[in-house]
């Protein structure tokens, strides 16, 4: 059973950046996404990595401003996001699967709480 912890939520200014971090013993054997929802909006898969690190997609909404990364010797991926937006306000989840990286999230076997994150002046 994977456990996966976010944390690095908060409040930002527009412009501003914060980075996410999924934690979990055994993520190395896993892709990892991370997903958004926002109140009264359906959950939005933002990107992901595969088991390497090597391979990794993101969302056109978050490209070129998110960046997301892993590092399997402290069991950990991250999601860095910068230029933010009031949009990208939502709670953020990190999802492990075994298969390869997937936009659908009934792919993902295993989910964390979650993560607050608002973009707000």
């Known amino acids: 059973q994977l456990q996966l912890v976010e944390s690095g939520g908060g409040l930002v200014q527009p412009g501003g950046s914060l980075r996410l971090s999924c934690a979990a013993s055994?993520?190395?054997?896993?892709?990892i996404g991370w997903f958004r929802q926002a109140p009264g909006k359906e959950r939005e898969r933002v990107s992901c990595?595969?088991?390497?690190?090597?391979?990794?997609d993101y969302a056109d909404s978050v490209k070129g401003r998110f960046t997301i990364s892993r590092d399997n010797a402290k069991n950990t991926v991250y999601l860095q996001m910068n230029s933010l937006k009031p949009e990208d306000t939502a709670v953020y989840y990190c999802?492990?699967?075994?298969?390869?990286?997937?936009?659908?999230?009934?792919?993902?076997?295993?989910w964390g709480q979650g993560t607050q994150v608002t973009v707000s002046s």
């Open positions: 990595v595969g088991i390497s690190g090597g391979s990794t």
């Open positions: 999802a492990a699967t075994i298969q390869v990286c997937s936009g659908y999230d009934y792919d993902y076997d295993y």
């Open positions: 055994g993520l190395d054997f896993y892709a």
